[in-house]
C-alpha cells in the first residue's frame, strides 16, 4: 500500500503563489507517475500536471504559471503555483500510480486533497 501526505494549500490573493507538496511512503512499491489533479465544486476532476519519466503532462490552463517537479529518490512531487486565479479555487489530490512489486501489480493513489482557495 502507499500513502500519499500532502501539504500547503490555503487562502491567497489573486495573483499570489502558493506551493503544494506530496510525499508517497510505504513498503515494496515503485512509482511510475506522480502528480496532481484538482477538483471544483460541482465540477469532475481534472488534471493539473502529471510526470512520468522523463516527460510531464500539464493542463493548457495552468501552463505558464504553475510549475511541477519529482524528486524520484525521496518519491516526492511539489507544484509551485503562481498568478493565481479564483478560476483555480479547487481542492487539489496529489496522484500517483505505482507498480506493487510483491504484488507485480499496476495501482492508482490519492491523496486526501488540500484546499486552495483565490479570492478576487
Known amino acids: 500500500q502507499v500513502q500519499l501526505v500532502e501539504s500547503g494549500g490555503g487562502l491567497v490573493q489573486a495573483g499570489g503563489s502558493l506551493r503544494l507538496s506530496c510525499a508517497a511512503s510505504g513498503r515494496n512499491f515503485r512509482i511510475n507517475a506522480m502528480g496532481w489533479y484538482r477538483q471544483a465544486p460541482g465540477k469532475q476532476r481534472e488534471l493539473v500536471a502529471v510526470?512520468?519519466?522523463?516527460?510531464?503532462n500539464i493542463a493548457d490552463s495552468v501552463k505558464g504559471r504553475f510549475t511541477i517537479s519529482r524528486d524520484n529518490a525521496k518519491n516526492t512531487v511539489d507544484l509551485q503555483m503562481n498568478s493565481l486565479k479564483p478560476e483555480d479555487t479547487a481542492v487539489y489530490y496529489c496522484?500517483?500510480?505505482?507498480?506493487?512489486?510483491?504484488?507485480?501489480?499496476?495501482?492508482?493513489?490519492w491523496g486526501q486533497g488540500t484546499q486552495v482557495t483565490v479570492s478576487s
Open positions: 496522484y500517483a500510480e505505482a507498480l506493487r512489486l510483491l504484488l507485480r501489480s499496476i495501482g492508482d493513489y
Open positions: 510526470t512520468s519519466g522523463g516527460s510531464t
